[in-house]
């Protein structure tokens, strides 16, 4: 699909001081839409061009939108990978993390 839109002539010259007006029209769509959880990671990086996941975690942040991040990400970052049997509340004690209780 594609959209179309009129913005105002004080905003696409702000805009364009930094960034190419339309690229930051779609970083902020797909920003707004990982925040609804109506996109993923990956799926930014592949239609922003972005083979490096750090640089969708700065555009979210730049957009002020916090990563969607749970246990197995938790997990697979802290070098337990794909072990699908450690034991949540075994990971929480180990690593002095926040129950949800």
Known sequence: MQITFEVPDHIALETAA??????????AFLAEAYRR???????????????YRP??????????????YNLWDLQHDMGLGEDNNADPDEIHQRYDLPTGS
């Open 37 to 51: 959880r109506l996109t993923s990671e990956s799926e930014m990086a592949r239609l922003l061009g972005y083979d």
């Open 18 to 27: 930094t960034k190419d007006p339309s690229r930051f029209a779609l970083e």
């Open 55 to 68: 640089n969708i975690h700065g555009l979210l942040a730049e957009f002020g939108v916090c990563q969607q």
